[in-house]
């Protein structure tokens, strides 16, 4: 017990879980763009993909995954032990920074195993004027398509005007713009692509990601937590 | 188009007298300005662009290390021959002129790309004040390495934060599994083995100097060899 405490509590065991997991990814980073199998990794979650491919493409992912989980431990035995430590307000300070951004690294953690087990993604084209049926079989319908485009061509920007219906009746209309998707109950369309010729048709994207909130969160924990500990080093130089 | 022409041999001349440093990095600077008031956006698109203000980045970011390090000429002239690299690089890639598509104007995807490049130019002083160290074993080397390192993490760090954001925002998911997301990845938990790494007494001094070097060789592939060599949603 004592042994797997110092295991785990251990800043050599963080040094060569590190060193291993990035030996994997390094791994991967040449398999991965030899092989056609990875085109399908984004459509569906990511356990699921891992376990319909064969091994030899996903067992730097399975070992990634694995690594993972011992530096989970590690990282809160560390932190735990670091925190408990008593020392003056100023050492504390210094000490808690570095956990907040362990902690960060915990919520992101959550955020990638929850997407990876959960999340949804599908896809529809859809001409205006016409209706999609959502997961929940509420319907989407698109009324108004507007893409505006500059006297070379290109698009400068695009609405496109939904309403969203359940049991025939209009729940709420929305207008869809770039980086402004249309959220209802867990669910996220976005405008993945528009065509203005020869009819105006939107290729959407239906998709539930439930990891984006714990990554947010975890996100918002590392600012805080990496400004504190800059700050606090910057404090300590000025102190003769 | 001539800033940027007059920006190379202007670092190159630095070499010999320092001024032109200030004025190869005013110049470089001026036409940035200018590019992005001409294309009425940021002008961070493709390799003409990323390399101009990451050379740019270097050089100032070199200047408060130059003062820390009491005028180390040879280390002000690593920095140069760096940034003159970088702007005939820049020199010679393709202008990318034609408008942001509508999805990518927003400032998260702006700060994303902004934090990027300024974390690279630190993990490059970084590397070239590992250089200097090695070679001469000059221990305030090493706690400003240490410095350019860390602040690059943090703001390398807020850029994959805030590229999750707009990535969510735009295309529905904070994180894709592409090459350039999986180089991403590697880069950062390189440089926190090397934040963990040189706290252990195995690893403190040349070991660690070492892994600030060999992580800027990460920071180039991702940036570059990803971009022009692998099929990824961050290609140029």
Redesign the interface.
């Known amino acids: 017990m004592k042994q797997g405490i110092q295991f785990f509590t251990s800043l050599r065991t963080t040094i060569w879980l590190l060193g291993l997991q990035i030996s994997m990814l390094l791994a991967g980073a040449f398999i991965m763009p030899v092989n056609e199998a990875f085109q399908s990794i984004h459509a569906v979650p990511l356990i699921q993909w891992i376990r319909e491919q064969p091994v030899s493409v996903t067992w730097w992912m399975w070992g990634s995954i694995g690594l993972l989980t011992v530096l989970t431990a590690n990282t809160i035995f560390c932190s735990v032990q670091s925190v408990l430590k008593k020392r003056n307000v100023f050492q504390w300070l210094l000490i808690v920074s570095p956990q907040i951004i362990h902690l960060s690294f915990l919520f992101m953690l959550i955020a990638h195993f929850a997407s990876a087990t959960g999340g949804f993604e599908g896809v529809v084209v859809a001409r205006e004027g016409t209706a999609v049926v959502l997961p929940n079989n509420a319907s989407l319908q698109i009324k108004v398509i507007t893409i505006i485009t500059d006297s070379h061509g290109y698009m400068r920007d695009w609405a496109v005007d939904v309403g969203y219906l359940s049991k025939e009746n209009m729940i709420k209309e929305e207008r869809l713009m770039p980086n402004q998707p249309f959220f209802w109950e867990g669910f996220g369309v976005y405008v993945k692509d528009l065509q203005a010729f020869p009819e105006k048709v939107v290729f959407l994207e239906i998709s539930r990601e439930p990891g984006a909130v714990w990554a947010l969160i975890g996100g918002a924990t590392f600012m805080v937590g990496i400004v504190t500990l800059l700050l606090l080093k910057m404090k300590r130089e000025e102190q003769p | 188009m001539w800033l940027s022409l007059a920006v190379f041999p202007c670092y190159l001349l630095s070499l010999w007298r320092r001024p032109f440093l200030y004025l190869g990095l005013s110049l470089q600077l001026t036409y940035l300005i200018t590019r992005g008031l001409a294309l009425e956006r940021l002008p961070l698109v493709g390799p003409h662009d990323t390399l101009t203000f990451m050379a740019a980045a270097m050089i100032a970011f070199s200047l408060p290390f130059y003062a820390a390090l009491k005028r180390h000429a040879r280390f002000s002239n690593a920095v140069s021959l760096f940034g003159a690299a970088l702007s005939i690089f820049a020199l010679v890639s393709k202008q990318h002129n034609?408008?942001l598509?509508?999805?990518l104007?927003?400032i998260?995807f702006e700060l994303h790309v902004v934090l990027a490049f300024l974390s690279y130019a630190l993990f490059g002083i970084a590397a070239v004040l590992g250089c200097f160290l090695l070679k001469e074993k000059e221990k305030s080397f090493e706690m400003l390495q240490y410095k350019a390192i860390?602040?690059g993490?943090?703001l390398f760090?807020?850029s994959v934060?805030f590229g999750?954001?707009?990535a969510?925002?735009?295309?529905?998911?904070?994180?894709?599994?592409t090459?350039k997301e999986?180089?991403t990845?590697?880069l950062w938990?390189?440089y926190?083995?090397y934040l963990?790494?040189r706290?252990?007494q195995?690893?403190t001094g040349r070991p660690a100097v070492v892994l600030g070097i060999a992580g800027f060789g990460i920071v180039m592939f991702t940036y570059l060899g990803v971009s022009l060599l692998?099929?990824s949603s961050h290609a140029f």
């Open positions: 034609a408008p598509p509508p999805v104007k927003i998260w860390l602040v993490y943090c760090s807020l934060i999750g954001i707009w969510y925002l735009a295309w529905g998911t904070y994180w894709l599994w090459p999986l180089w990845t590697i938990l390189f926190s083995l963990h790494a706290l252990h195995w690893w692998m099929k």
